[in-house]
């Protein structure tokens, strides 16, 4: 496995109720397949590459809910530059065996991640490609609070899509900021992630969150399978200048996007 940008997407995990359903529905949307991990998850394939993971929730308040993880050399130092600059820790650093060191915090927003250093386990296998995670971004209200964090905490350099929408934009005109790691020029070809803003237009009791997206060869088909395996369809297919995306539930109530991008 390639190793990640620093504070590049290199992971995500899905908390589910009923592991068992997760991996029906997973399954049959992007063709994943399973294998047991050490504990009550299963790692996910897709031909044959980690893809992502699915894990049984242990205590019935957590969130049922897609997280997603930057890569980091340093996790210490990262977490204490979270605390420096606004954020909070919720899990210090932990080490997964031989696999890696973990931790998981919030941005000022109340947005929750978390962060990776590799040890024998690096990352994705697979991305960018139908089948795999290929973008994330932050929701948020406290834009200026957040992007400030980010930029600071992250090292992301950031650039304003002031009229052409990001990948999570439905339309023109819509306050986006893309991120790109550090020490590159910011902008579409190296973004790794974004921030988006939660507008009047959602209920006040929103929180903050991250929605993470898969690419998938089909918007449309990939929406119709979504609904006939007991899931939802939030936001019906539509088009962007980076594909064709939908925002989705899975049966379980974890919320994910699927973009199809365009014929190069």
């Given at each position: 496995?390639?190793?990640?940008?620093?504070?590049?997407?290199?992971?995500?995990?899905v908390?589910?109720?009923?592991l068992?359903?997760?991996?029906?529905?997973?399954?049959?949307?992007?063709?994943?397949?399973?294998r047991?991990g050490?504990?009550?998850?299963?790692?996910?394939?897709?031909?044959?590459?980690?893809?992502?993971?699915?894990?049984?929730?242990?205590?019935?308040?957590?969130?049922?809910?897609?997280?997603?993880?930057?890569?980091?050399d340093?996790?210490?130092?990262?977490?204490?530059?979270?605390?420096?600059?606004?954020?909070?820790?919720?899990t210090?650093?932990?080490?997964v065996?031989?696999?890696?060191?973990?931790?998981?915090?919030?941005?000022?927003?109340?947005?929750?991640?978390?962060?990776?250093?590799?040890?024998?386990?690096?990352?994705?296998?697979?991305?960018?490609?139908?089948?795999?995670f290929?973008?994330?971004?932050?929701?948020?209200?406290?834009?200026?609070?957040?992007?400030?964090?980010?930029?600071?905490?992250?090292?992301?350099?950031?650039?304003?899509?002031?009229?052409?929408?990001?990948?999570?934009?439905?339309?023109?005109?819509?306050?986006f900021?893309?991120?790109?790691?550090?020490?590159?020029?910011?902008?579409?070809?190296?973004?790794?992630?974004?921030?988006?803003?939660?507008?009047?237009?959602?209920?006040?009791?929103?929180?903050?969150?991250?929605?993470?997206?898969?690419a998938?060869?089909?918007?449309d088909?990939s929406?119709?399978?979504?609904?006939?395996l007991?899931?939802?369809?939030?936001?019906?297919?539509?088009?962007?200048?980076?594909?064709?995306?939908a925002?989705?539930?899975?049966?379980?109530?974890?919320?994910?996007?699927?973009?199809?991008?365009?014929?190069?």
């Amino acid at each position: 496995m390639a190793a990640f940008a620093q504070s590049a997407p290199c992971w995500v995990d899905v908390q589910l109720p009923d592991l068992e359903a997760g991996k029906r529905f997973y399954g049959e949307l992007f063709g994943w397949t399973f294998r047991a991990g050490d504990g009550p998850f299963a790692d996910a394939l897709s031909e044959g590459r980690l893809v992502a993971a699915l894990a049984a929730k242990q205590d019935g308040r957590m969130p049922t809910a897609w997280g997603v993880y930057f890569a980091t050399d340093d996790i210490t130092a990262s977490v204490a530059r979270i605390r420096e600059h606004g954020g909070q820790v919720i899990t210090d650093p932990v080490r997964v065996g031989r696999s890696g060191v973990l931790a998981q915090a919030a941005d000022p927003g109340g947005a929750v991640f978390g962060l990776w250093q590799a040890g024998e386990r690096k990352g994705f296998q697979k991305q960018n490609e139908p089948g795999s995670f290929c973008w994330t971004e932050v929701y948020t209200r406290q834009k200026d609070r957040v992007d400030t964090f980010y930029e600071k905490a992250f090292g992301f350099t950031s650039a304003e899509l002031d009229d052409s929408g990001g990948p999570g934009t439905a339309e023109s005109g819509v306050d986006f900021r893309m991120w790109s790691p550090a020490g590159t020029e910011p902008g579409p070809d190296t973004a790794v992630g974004g921030r988006s803003v939660i507008t009047d237009a959602f209920p006040a009791e929103m929180p903050s969150y991250f929605l993470s997206y898969f690419a998938v060869a089909d918007c449309d088909a990939s929406a119709d399978t979504v609904k006939r395996l007991g899931g939802r369809v939030s936001e019906p297919p539509f088009d962007i200048p980076y594909g064709r995306m939908a925002v989705v539930q899975d049966d379980q109530g974890a919320v994910f996007a699927v973009l199809q991008p365009p014929v190069s």
